[in-house]
């Protein structure tokens, strides 16, 4: 859509210097929450380790602490999120199960678009 594109157009300016950050979360949301696994946003991504199964996941997300958050909240986090990497587009995993968001890392580069 327009705007979708726009938005990126804006953050891949970025690139030359005068880019902003973009943080897309869909129109339609129901519900927006944080799940989070024991240390797992302390742990630096060099260290953290993909559970060997879905299994293995699914019991990681069902341990998890849930955090219910705002849209508003979630793009706050994700925002201050791209700081550190100086990032310029972020989203949310948009699945409700929760075991697949469990095999990916807290913060990636990859699985956006």
């Not at 310029?88 to 699985?111: D, I, K, M, S, V």
């Amino acid at each position: 859509c327009e705007s979708r594109n726009m938005a990126l157009d804006l953050a891949s300016a970025a690139n030359k210097g005068e880019g902003r950050v973009c943080v897309q979360l869909s129109d339609d949301l129901s519900e927006v929450y944080l799940l989070e696994w024991e240390d797992e946003f302390s742990t630096p991504l060099l260290t953290w380790c993909k559970p060997n199964t879905q299994k293995d996941a699914n019991e990681r997300s069902g341990s998890a602490t849930k955090h219910i958050i705002t849209p508003v909240g979630g793009a706050q986090l994700l925002e201050a999120g791209m700081r550190a990497p100086q990032a310029r587009l972020a989203g949310g995993y948009c699945n409700r199960n929760e075991g697949f968001a469990f095999r990916q890392p807290p913060w990636t580069y990859g699985h956006f678009i």
